[in-house]
């Protein structure tokens, strides 16, 4: 499955596809790839159609990050 049929990147904004490709590229190192889930897919791109900002220092804080708003959004 491509985990990006149903929203179409080439639709999006240039930002809001880096952002979400970004947020996606998080859940891959995750998870692995085989393991994202469209769930996680749409999750991806509410958080790239707002303003929040991810930590940029390093991939373990962006992991954190990401890891934290998702089990938040499953409770």
Not at 32 to 38: D, E, F, K, N
Request: one cysteine or more.
């Amino acid at each position: 499955m491509d985990i990006t049929t149903p929203i179409c990147t080439k639709e999006m904004e240039p930002l809001t596809k880096r952002r979400y490709n970004f947020a996606l590229s998080s859940f891959a190192r995750m998870y692995g790839v085989p393991r994202v889930t469209q769930e996680m897919s749409d999750f991806c791109l509410g958080w790239a159609l707002h303003d929040e900002i991810a930590p940029l220092d390093c991939l373990h804080h962006v992991d954190k990050y990401f890891r934290d708003l998702w089990i938040e959004s499953q409770n």
